[in-house]
């Protein structure tokens, strides 16, 4: 299960499974850790591949190609530290309305799902070919 596309199958699918069966706080943390933590096999699979740059940092390029990977990052550091480092920033596309922590506060559970969906999808396409 050391592969991204191992790790989304065996790992991150069912528990978003999980969290569409049961839609509590709890479900939605573990499938926001579990779709956070991909960063970690995206990483062994890109050095596997000789692809890993020196300075490369897959969270913060996902988050800024996905704001649904985005915010599940935020809710996963948010729910395991209470609090998130990506709280404070102000993506371009809110027009510096809100914050992803605004957003965050804003946002619960049963709409959780939908950013849930769009972060796996994002994730799935990060899988090496």
Sequence with gaps: MNTLAAYIRDIVEPTCDDFEREQTPRRAFLAAVALVHCVDRATVDRKAMGLKKKDENIRKDWGS??????????????????????????????ADALSVGDVLARTNVVQFRSTMIEALAFVKSQVPK
């Design 65 to 94: 190609a996905s704001m649904a990977f985005k915010l599940i990052d935020a809710i996963g550091h948010r729910f395991k530290h209470t609090k998130s480092d990506l709280e404070p920033e102000r993506p371009a596309q809110w």
